[in-house]
C-alpha cells in the first residue's frame, strides 16, 4: 500500500496508461480522480471519473478546487492526457500544430498551475510527473508537433522541480518518457512499422501499459522521495 491516504489526480485517466495508472495507485491505498474529456472506460470504487478538457484553463481552475474540496488535498498530478496529429513537417496543418501543442503543452501547464501551487502553498509536499515520450528525447520523422509538446514537459519538469520546491515545500516534479507502449495511441501506426520499433529496443519487444503505470507508482510514493527534476526513460533500451 505505498500510496495509503494520498489522493491522486491523473489527466487522461479514462483508457491507456492513463487506466493503468489510475487503477495501480487505487490498488495501492490511493483515491484517485481520473480526469479525461471521454468517459471512464472501467469502474474502480477508488476512482472518481471527472470530464475535463484540459486545454480550458478555467476548467482546469475549477477541477482543482473540486478536488481540493471534495478530497481535502491533492498529493500526486499524472500529467498524461496527450494526443498525436502525425505528418511529415509540410503536410502539418495549423490546426495540427494548434491541437497537439494545445492538448500535450497548454493542457499539462493549464491543469499544473493550479494543482501545483496548492502542494506548494496548501499541501506543503507532493509529486508531480509529466508523461514525455522516447519521441521528445530523440526526435522522429512524421511528428513534429508532438516532438516538439514532449521535449517541452521535459524542460516545464526542470522548471517546475526548482519552483514548485520553493518555500520548503516537498514538491517532486519528474517526467517519465516512455518508448512504444500497446494503447490506442498507436492505432494509427502500421504493423510492420510497430515491428520495427520492438526490433529497434534492447528488450526485442513494445511495452506494456502496466510497466508504465509501475514506474509512475515509484516516482509517485515516497520510494522516490530524493527524486526530482528527472526524466526517466521507460522504452525497453530504446534509441530512435
Ligand atoms: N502509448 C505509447 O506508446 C506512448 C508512448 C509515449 C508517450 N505516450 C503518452 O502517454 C500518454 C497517454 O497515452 P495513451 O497511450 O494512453 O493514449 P490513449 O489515446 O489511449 O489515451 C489518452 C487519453 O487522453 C485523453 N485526452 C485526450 N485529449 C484530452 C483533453 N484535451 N483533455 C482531457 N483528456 C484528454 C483521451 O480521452 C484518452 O483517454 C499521452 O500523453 C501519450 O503522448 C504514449
Known sequence: MRLEGKVCVVTGGAKG?????????????????AADMGELSYTNENVEGYKLNVTNLEACDKFSKYVVDKYGKIDVLVNNAGITKDALTHKITEDMWDMVIDVNLKGVFNVTKSIGTHMMMENGSGSIINISS??????????????????????????????FARKGAAVRVNSIAPGYIMTDILKTIPQDLLDKFAKMTMLGRLGEPEEIAKVALFLASDDASYVTGHNLSANGGMRL
Open 134 to 163: 522516447v519521441v521528445g528525447e530523440y526526435g522522429n520523422v512524421g511528428q513534429a508537433n508532438y516532438a516538439a509538446t514532449k521535449a517541452g514537459v521535459i524542460g516545464l519538469t526542470k522548471t517546475w522541480a526548482k519552483e
Open 17 to 33: 496508461l492513463g487506466m493503468e495508472m489510475a487503477l495501480l495507485f487505487a490498488k495501492e491505498g490511493a483515491k484517485v480522480v
